[in-house]
């Protein structure tokens, strides 16, 4: 890696330093954003009783409750064009 920050952020991927509330799940993120996306995904009704931030875009296109990172979301918006 060329800089020191980006070795450490990449080390904290693979070390998921800040781990899931819930006691069961061993999931958790490197940042507050990969775990509020982690809650989200798989501990929805925690998320939404504890005021977990949503990181995520929504799709947007009526009737499709898809959410996303942006580069997944753009993949996921061309798909209703075809």
């Known amino acids: 890696f060329r800089r020191q920050c980006d070795l450490e952020y990449h080390d904290n991927n693979?070390?998921?330093r800040r781990k899931c509330p819930i006691e069961t799940c061993?999931?958790?993120?490197?940042?507050?954003?990969?775990?509020?996306r982690?809650?989200?995904?798989?501990?929805?009704?925690y998320a939404r009783e504890n005021n977990i931030p949503k990181v995520d875009d929504?799709?947007?296109f009526p009737g499709c409750e898809y959410h996303g990172?942006?580069?997944?979301?753009?993949r996921h918006?061309?798909?209703?064009?075809?």
């Open 69 to 74: 990172r942006k580069d997944n979301l753009k």
């Open 77 to 82: 918006r061309d798909s209703h064009n075809h």
């Open 58 to 60: 929504m799709c947007g």
């Open 14 to 16: 693979h070390t998921k």
């Open 38 to 45: 982690h809650i989200w995904a798989h501990h929805s009704d």
């Open 26 to 36: 061993e999931g958790g993120g490197a940042e507050s954003k990969d775990l509020h």
